[in-house]
């Protein structure tokens, strides 16, 4: 079973370009990967999910190397309101065979002004 | 657009009551999940559901009963509510995403705590 492993905190200035890593070692082949941000007392909100090579959207990128064991989440010029716990999810819907989530346990980032 | 709507969002229960909590979504999806969070172990599955009458089992589903009579809600229910079930549940919902996991839009949370 896949088991996602990532940083526990990071600090940035604003500005700066963050890229947080998550490890995924045993990731199976119908996995997708995707980052989720979640602020106090609020539910996650999805960020961007890709399955390899990269992904961009409006609000970051999404790198995953060939054997799709780790994936690195990437924000452009961060702020002081993209402070949150990032959280990284490995999983696929597999019809009959059901829905599995594997979340990690989130990184922490705080940035600075 | 009120999205994934949980009742109630606190509520405290001693050892062995029993609690319904209600979650509701105005976006037609298909699929619905009850997670539980816990410090520093991220999210985890309960149960979730495919659509309107059926229901699976998650990753942690034991002490948890679900049901979906109806497409827009998704109850999680506790007959026996034990200390260890003390956490934040989120209920989320998405629309048919093929064999990805899709986006997941979740609710506020409802923190339950038992004594």
């Known amino acids: 079973l896949a088991k996602t492993t990532q940083p526990i905190s990071m600090d940035s200035y604003e500005g700066q370009e963050v890229n947080i890593t998550c490890s995924h070692n045993?990731?199976?082949?119908?996995?997708?990967i995707t980052w989720y941000q979640q602020f106090p007392s609020q539910g996650p909100r999805f960020i961007i999910q890709?399955?390899?090579t990269k992904v961009t959207n409006e609000v970051a990128s999404l790198f995953i190397p060939a054997d799709r064991k780790s994936s690195t989440l990437s924000l452009p010029r961060v702020s002081l309101s993209d402070t949150a716990v990032y959280y990284c999810l490995v999983g696929a819907h597999l019809g009959t065979g059901g829905f599995k989530t594997i979340f990690g346990a989130g990184t922490r980032l705080f940035v600075k002004a | 657009n009120a999205g994934v709507t949980q009742t109630p969002k606190f509520r405290v229960l001693k050892t062995g009551q029993s609690m319904t909590l209600l979650c509701a979504q105005d976006?037609?999806?298909?699929?619905m999940y009850w997670y539980r969070q816990d410090p520093g172990m991220g999210l985890r599955l309960i149960h979730y559901s495919v659509g309107e009458g059926t229901t699976a089992k998650g990753e942690v589903p034991d002490g948890y009963n679900v049901s979906r009579l109806k497409k827009q809600n998704f109850l999680l229910g506790l007959e026996s509510a034990a200390p260890s079930q003390t956490s934040v549940y989120f209920c989320?919902?998405?629309?048919?995403?093929?064999?990805?996991?899709?986006?997941?839009?979740f609710g506020e949370g409802s923190r339950l705590t038992v004594l």
């Open positions: 045993n990731i199976a082949t119908n996995d997708y």
């Open positions: 989320a919902s998405s629309y048919d995403a093929g064999l990805s996991t899709g986006e997941l839009f």
């Open positions: 976006m037609n999806h298909e699929y």
């Open positions: 890709g399955y390899k």
